[in-house]
């Protein structure tokens, strides 16, 4: 009997990660690896630009309140 290396776990996987990568540019929503990192770094990237915004609203909220 041939050895199985988490085959049907492992497709699962990678369709979830190419289908969230969906219009992503050129090699980054079609292979796995490319498709990965560059989910890794959306998520970072929107983390980051989460707490950003938040500082944005502020000062504009500030300015607005001000100038009142």
């Known amino acids: ?3 199985v290396r988490k085959g049907s776990a ?7 990660v190419l289908r969230e990568a969906r ?4 090699t980054k929503s079609r292979h796995f690896q490319q498709a990965k990192v560059a ?5 970072a990237f929107a983390w980051r630009d989460r707490r950003a915004r938040k ?6 909220w500030i300015t607005r ?3 009142a």
């Open 1 to 3: 009997m041939p050895r």
């Open 10 to 16: 492992r497709k699962k996987a990678h369709k979830r």
């Open 23 to 26: 219009g992503y540019y050129g």
């Open 39 to 43: 989910l890794t770094r959306a998520g």
């Open 55 to 60: 500082r944005d609203m502020r000062r504009l």
């Open 65 to 67: 309140i001000t100038a």
